[in-house]
């Protein structure tokens, strides 16, 4: 079945980056982009952008340009969002997400934190 | 991008009794390919999203019956048919018609 399965929780400090991963599996993973959504506390579901598994192409939100990279390994299935400059409101669960023939997969989320 | 507006935003419900989420997009979700992807999400406390009804009307598998969508071009609905404690919860629709994907307010259904 469909999985995706992402990095544990980072802590991190206001200015400085981390990379999140997405590990695939039970589908073939250049098929379907990998979309990343964000969720600060208490709030509602944000796209941030995507990545073309096959290509390496990559779409994202204005609201995030030049402060997110999407990358992928396609020979370990696995997608990656790092996110640099962070601020405080940047705190937040980052989501993997697929949507293969109408149907959305997610993975489970990595909360970020930064906190000086 | 398009707009998602749900309403209610709160839905505090009896056990047992119906509930229903509107959702209206602001342009017609109807896909170039002839589907409507329009996807309905519900999200418990502390967990990811949750798959429950993709292109306005297919349950996902396992989800209870008591779950359904309709709707069509601009207006969709989800109704619970009857409500159960283990349905507490946000509930969100979302577009994957048009790039990018865009979500609506959630609303937050409890019991009274």
């Known amino acids: 079945q469909v999985q995706l399965v992402q990095s544990g929780a980072e802590v991190t400090k206001p200015g400085a980056s981390v990379k999140v991963s997405c590990k695939a599996s039970?589908?073939?993973?250049?098929?379907?982009?990998v979309n990343w959504v964000r969720q600060a506390p208490g709030q509602g579901l944000e796209w941030v952008g995507r990545?073309?598994?096959?290509?390496?192409?990559?779409d994202y939100a204005q609201k995030f340009q030049g402060g997110v990279t999407m990358t992928r390994d396609t020979s370990i299935s696995t997608a990656y969002m790092e996110l640099g400059s962070l601020r405080s409101d940047d705190t937040a669960v980052y989501y993997c997400?697929?949507?293969?023939?109408?149907?959305?997969?997610w993975g489970q989320g990595t909360l970020v934190t930064v906190s000086s | 991008d398009i707009v998602m507006t749900q309403t209610p935003l709160s839905s505090p419900v009896t056990l047992g009794q119906p509930a229903s989420i509107s959702c209206r997009s602001s342009q017609s979700l109807v896909h170039r390919d002839g589907n409507t992807h329009l996807t309905w999400l519900q999200q418990r406390p502390g967990q990811p999203p949750r798959l429950l009804i993709y292109?306005?009307?297919n349950r996902f598998s396992g989800v209870p019956d008591r779950f359904s969508g309709s709707g069509a071009g601009t207006d969709f609905t989800l109704k619970i048919s009857r409500v159960e404690a283990e349905d507490v919860g946000i509930y969100f629709c979302?577009?994957?018609?048009?790039?990018?994907?865009?979500f609506g307010q959630g609303t937050k259904v409890e019991i009274k």
């Open positions: 997400a697929i949507l293969v023939e109408g149907r959305q997969y």
């Open positions: 292109k306005v009307s």
């Open positions: 990545i073309n598994p096959d290509s390496g192409g990559t």
């Open positions: 039970g589908y073939t993973f250049t098929g379907y982009y």
């Open positions: 979302m577009q994957a018609t048009q790039f990018p994907w865009t």
